[in-house]
């Protein structure tokens, strides 16, 4: 694993980031079920109506801003899937219904109530980025025995889950409580990281007299990995390829639990999402409160770039995936958008393996990357299956430290998801 | 999800450049881990120079340079110029020219860094791949082509006064051994014929002494007493390296420094070292050494657990371990050779084991008096079996 960090983690406001002239919705939808648009093409929408609703079980998609349908299609979006959307050319008005009183739902009463809710206010889990009703459905006459809440950006540099907790603190211990009680969960942990001191003082106050238990855990890269944030939190071993639903821990971000807020209470679905903008080739850093359909091209050119442009990364520069243009659109499981600057994210020439052994070492799962790299060159798929590379969690570090610069990461995933083919080397 | 459906929207003909993650690689490249190692052994090597005089620079220039030029030239033969590393043939030249004897020929620093980068480094595998230390390998190759020249019955140190300047060429016995320190050198002459202080411990086995200089020899240590007051120099000597022994090998004080560094910039996991001096305490306080003798001089009892002799209130035994550590190629083995990045275990579970084997394994071949360059020796037969220790000491994977 990388050393701790023990600089303070500096956290600013969550800034909003105006719609430009056109936004590209991804609709959402459960995988399996198919998705049609409820909007025709020329037809003027208000902001938070619905866009589209997909077949069972039904998932809505609302507009974030009030705007004209101009086209139907699909797009890439920053997780790497192609996804149906609605593209609206943004009118003046841009507030449109958001100004109207809402009723607040009626609190349902079981878990497929509260399903049914999420789905009807389009809350997806941004850890995993499947919809939140999902862990509802999975949990269904099964007992939650712990509900974390991570408050720590996957990587160092995402510091939107802390952001959000420090603006929102109130809300978010309001909706833990909410999802605690839905979900029956035994424990519910709040978990921060050693460097976040503004957070840690603001938990100490604000879970007091509440059932939410704060969990200090080291700033270090990857601790907040799902499975290894469930292993520190309450130390169950939640195997890679399996979910923590599968053994009764269910974990959220602090922008899921705003999210879920603001459904129950205010009756508000989500159309936006909270995202970290950082990069050495960057203006303006900070954290931005985005609605749905905004476009990489689109961030860039609103914070503006000082130097030129070497590589955009959907997530953090350890474990993110390049974006290949500038219209993929961010979606709602996006919580980074790095910006590198050419100089720094120039190629290395790498060298033969040295045995060094860091790549081992520094594996917060206790893989042998080195082994398996050269396993995978030699396509030893049974060999390698004894060293277990289904285990990687793809955090990047062994690539990251090793000193002949070789893409382990890359030769570890692809023994995980069984392509290898002639023509990789991973030198 | 879904790829059927309604048409793609159209998209910018801007493309950026595909990667894949980690986007930042800050790690310091494989060339510069031998150029830092390097380094590190620069107070070492000018230590060799300051005790030996300006023959030990020489030395080290030829073997450097000899080492380099090998490997441009076995780059150029195998089209891997830039692969092979530059730094590592510094390095291993560098850390060779450590391992002489201090009054060798110019001949035999540039035979050894031939042999350790054309056969250690070229022929065994290259950078990244070889079983065995190069640096080892062009010693041993050495000490079978030349061992007149690599083992010495004695082995010169320059005298009071004549440090960094003296000559070694002319040197002269010491007689009575023990008091060259504050003996007067006669005219003409800078430098003292000495033993090394490893052969004298090992002699503690038979009770004799096998080296040094004629006068010395065949004597008997009749006790540890004896050996500690009054044969060896006071164990600060051996820090500070005023002691028979090769031109990087002596001074303790310094390879520690070297070592330590190494270790803060995390080229050597401490676990090494450490295991290798802690197998080496504790084998050495517990092989036994000679206690009583026959009218024929035949040793007939032998002490175990030499390491708890006590005379009086004072802890012998202790004193006897210090200097059994101290001397000999010990240190420099064990910070600087069976650390090398690739011939040692990559775990650090697995370097203790290593270590630790190379420990026992130098103490005993010492006392045994099998062969001389103990701790070398040690290292090249566990090396092979590096590949083993990385399989037994496998971490546990998570999940699994």
Not at chain 1, 9 to 25: I, K, N, Q, Y
Not at chain 1, 254 to 272: D, G, I, Q, S
Not at chain 2, 82 to 96: F, Y
Request: aromatic letters at 6%; one cysteine or more.
């Amino acid at each position: 694993m990388l050393p701790e960090q023990h600089q303070p983690l500096r956290v600013g406001r969550v800034e909003p980031f105006p719609p430009g002239r056109r936004l590209r919705v991804p609709l959402r939808y459960h995988e399996g079920s198919t998705v049609e648009p409820t909007v025709r093409l020329g037809q003027s929408v208000r902001a938070l109506d619905l866009l589209a609703r997909s077949s069972a079980p039904p998932m809505s998609t609302y507009a974030p801003a009030a705007g004209v349908v101009t086209a139907i299609g699909r797009t890439p979006t920053s997780s790497g899937h192609v996804r149906i959307a609605v593209e609206l050319a943004i009118s003046g008005n841009r507030n449109g219904s958001l100004e109207e009183p809402r009723q607040p739902p009626a609190r349902p009463s079981d878990s497929h109530g509260w399903a049914a809710l999420c789905d009807n206010f389009s809350l997806v889990n941004t850890i995993d980025g499947r919809p939140l009703s999902s862990t509802f459905r999975d949990m269904s006459g099964k007992i939650v025995e712990h509900l974390i809440i991570r408050a720590m950006g996957a990587e160092p540099v995402e510091t939107a889950a802390p952001a959000v907790l420090l603006e929102q603190g109130t809300t978010i211990i309001e909706a833990a409580e909410l999802l605690a009680k839905a979900l029956g969960a035994g424990h519910t942990w709040l978990a921060v990281g050693k460097n976040f001191e503004q957070g840690r003082r603001l938990l100490a106050r604000i879970t007091r007299g509440t059932r939410l238990t704060p969990v200090v855990l080291p700033a270090r890269y990857p601790q907040a990995n799902i499975h290894l944030l469930v292993a520190s939190v309450c130390g169950r071993t939640v195997p890679v390829n399996q979910r923590p639903e599968e053994h009764s821990v269910c974990v959220v971000d602090t922008a899921t639990l705003t999210a879920l807020a603001n459904a129950a209470l205010y009756a508000l679905p989500a159309t936006t999402s909270t995202l970290t903008i950082t990069g050495d080739a960057l203006a303006r850093t900070g954290d931005y409160r985005i609605p749905a359909g905004v476009t990489v091209g689109e961030v860039l050119e609103s914070v503006g770039t000082t130097k030129p442009t070497g590589i955009v990364v959907s997530g953090g520069p350890l474990s993110g995936r390049a974006m290949p243009h500038p219209d993929v659109v961010i979606d709602e499981t996006t919580t980074c958008l790095t910006v590198l600057a050419r100089r720094t994210a120039r190629a290395h020439d790498a060298q033969a393996c040295l045995r060094c052994g860091w790549c081992g070492d520094a594996c917060p799962v206790g893989l042998e990357p080195s082994a398996l790299m050269s396993l995978a060159e030699q396509f030893a798929i049974d060999r390698a299956a004894e060293l277990s590379p289904d285990a990687c969690i793809g955090c990047g570090v062994c690539s990251y430290i090793c000193p002949a610069h070789l893409d382990l990461t890359r030769a570890m995933l692809d023994l995980k998801r069984g392509h290898l083919s002639s023509m990789r080397s991973y030198a | 999800m879904s790829d059927a459906g309604p048409p793609m929207l159209p998209l910018t003909p801007t493309r950026w450049p595909a990667d894949s993650a980690p986007f930042l690689r800050p790690a310091p490249s494989s060339g510069s881990l031998a150029w830092l190692t390097s380094a590190a052994a620069l107070p070492v090597a000018a230590a060799g120079v300051v005790l030996f005089g300006r023959h030990g620079a020489i030395i080290m220039a030829l073997s450097v340079a000899t080492a380099l030029l090998t490997n441009a030239i076995l780059g150029y033969l195998t089209r891997r110029g830039g692969v092979i590393g530059t730094g590592h043939a510094v390095m291993t030249g560098l850390l060779l020219a450590l391992t002489l004897p201090p009054h060798v020929d110019w001949g035999i620093p540039v035979v050894g860094a031939l042999i350790a980068i054309l056969v250690g480094k070229g022929l065994l595998g290259g950078y990244g791949n070889y079983l065995w230390s190069p640096v080892l390998v062009g010693r041993v190759g050495l000490q079978v082509l030349d061992p007149a020249a690599m083992l010495p019955a004695s082995w010169p140190v320059l005298g009071r006064g004549r440090l960094l300047v003296g000559d070694l060429s002319n040197a002269t016995d010491s007689s009575p051994f023990f008091a060259w320190r504050n003996a007067n050198l006669p005219d003409g002459v800078d430098s003292w014929l000495l033993p090394r202080l490893d052969s004298l411990l090992a002699g503690t086995h038979d009770g004799l002494i096998h080296s040094g200089p004629p006068a010395l020899r065949g004597e008997r240590i009749t006790s540890l007493a004896d050996l500690l007051n009054d044969v060896l120099p006071p164990w600060g000597e051996t820090l500070l390296g005023t002691v028979g022994g090769g031109f990087g090998e002596t001074c303790a004080l310094c390879i520690i420094v070297g070592g330590l560094y190494l270790i803060h910039r995390g080229l050597v996991r401490w676990q090494l070292p450490v295991a290798l001096l802690l197998g080496a305490a504790v084998t050495a306080a517990v092989f036994p050494i000679a206690s009583s003798w026959n009218e024929q001089g035949e040793v007939i009892g032998r002490m175990w657990l030499p390491g708890l002799t006590l005379e009086g209130h004072k802890p012998l035994g202790l004193v006897y371990v210090l200097y059994h550590l101290t001397t000999g190629e010990l240190l420099l083995a064990a910070f600087f050779i069976a650390t090398d990045i690739v011939s040692s275990p990559m775990r650090g579970r697995g370097q203790v084991v290593f270590g630790f084997g190379v420990g026992v394994l130098t103490i005993c071949l010492r006392m045994l008096g099998i062969i001389p360059g103990a701790a070398y020796w040690a290292i090249l037969i566990l090396n092979p079996f590096v590949s083993l220790i990385d399989r037994l000491t496998r971490r546990r994977v998570f999940g699994v």
